[in-house]
């Protein structure tokens, strides 16, 4: 079965300094992950996918990710945080299955950033 | 381009009541996709459409859930008899393939409560 692990249920940071969410996954093979973003009353919106490549992966709003396949992980960080930042992310992971095809996307439960002034 | 709507953004209901919630995912996607996140947990998988075909529904919690994507269009996801675990935000989402690599696009979600 494939999990999904956030261990931070809030980061809080300074706005101006760099930020970090991370991320933990497990999957039986090979994976597929993401990061969503939903600012409040808003739905989940794309921020970047590591699909294959390049273990650094550049997304929306200045946001990258690192994809660590030994420590199975995919933080996402950023430069400069801003106060408009602060807003609920998910990490997410799908595998390539034996047979190919879809395989159902399992969600983080979430990390809350909070930027600060 | 429209993106995923989803109707209403909030429903309040008593236990025991139906309730149904819409979702039109972006024209052209061929898949759709419901979650649903309880307060303060992860956003949990539930059922897939490829056209009105439902690929998965192994999410689906039990029978008082009903999904039909009738036309290959919208879709809607009845709760019949509702029940007070049944409140969350549930989410909708398309993508134009259904392949573990494509970007999925999210709605706004429904907000139920059941009382």
């Known amino acids: 079965a494939q999990s999904v692990a956030q261990p931070e249920d809030q980061v809080n940071v300074a706005e101006g300094n760099p930020l970090t969410v991370k991320c933990t996954y497990s999957?039986?093979?090979?994976?597929?992950l993401f990061w969503y973003v939903q600012y409040p009353n808003r739905g989940l919106q794309f921020l970047l996918k590591?699909?294959?490549?390049?273990?650094l992966v550049k997304g929306s709003y200045g946001f990258e990710a690192e994809f660590n396949k030994s420590q199975t992980s995919f933080h996402l960080k950023k430069p400069s945080a801003l106060v408009s930042d602060s807003a609920l992310y998910f990490c997410a992971v799908t595998w390539k299955g034996n047979s190919g095809g879809y395989q159902k996307v399992t969600f983080g439960i979430g990390t809350k950033l909070q930027v600060i002034p | 381009e429209a993106g995923v709507t989803q109707f209403p953004s909030h429903s309040v209901i008593e236990k025991g009541q139906t309730v149904t919630l819409r979702c039109d995912p972006i024209s052209g996607h061929d898949n759709l996709y419901w979650y649903r996140r309880v307060m303060g947990k992860e956003i949990k998988f539930l059922l897939h459409f490829v056209k009105e075909s439902k690929q998965d529904e192994s999410g689906m919690p039990n029978n008082r859930f009903l999904a039909e994507r009738t036309g290959g269009t919208y879709s809607t996801l009845k709760v019949q008899p509702a029940e007070l675990e049944d409140s969350g935000v549930y989410f909708c989402?398309?993508?134009?393939?259904?392949?573990?690599?494509?970007?999925?696009?999210f709605g706004p979600g429904t907000r139920l409560t059941v009382l």
């Open positions: 590591y699909i294959t490549g390049d273990n």
């Open positions: 989402a398309s993508s134009p393939g259904g392949t573990s690599t494509d970007t999925q696009y």
């Open positions: 999957v039986s093979g090979n994976p597929y």
